[in-house]
């Protein structure tokens, strides 16, 4: 994967990964234009899409001071009411 990042890295022109995330985390916030989802009322494909590359890191320092230092801090929690808790099977309760 550090070879994979850094490959995108140098495509993108990044160099800088943290200004580059608030950066994205303000346009989404941007193109939210005042609604509480990109679909409007309802969350969209798109945000779903979003939400499920920024869940990983939510709660990593990366996380933390992306919500800090962007707007994206509400869509986000909106977020997590929509769509609620991640699933799993919890260990020794799964049939193989």
């Not at 608030?22 to 899409?49: C, H, I, M, Q, V």
Request: proline share 4%; hydrophobic share 35%; aromatic share 12%.
């Amino acid at each position: 994967m550090y070879f994979v990042a850094k490959k995108l890295k140098k495509k993108y022109n990044i160099t800088d990964e943290r200004a580059s995330l608030y950066d994205a985390a303000n346009t989404w916030t941007e193109a939210l234009n005042g609604r509480n989802f990109l679909g409007g009322s309802k969350p969209n494909l798109a945000d779903l899409a979003a939400f499920g590359v920024l869940r990983p890191i939510r709660y990593l320092q990366s996380g933390k001071d992306m919500v800090e230092h962007t707007q994206i801090g509400e869509w986000y929690q909106r977020m997590e009411d929509a769509v609620g808790e991640p699933s799993r099977i919890p260990e020794g309760q799964y049939q193989e």
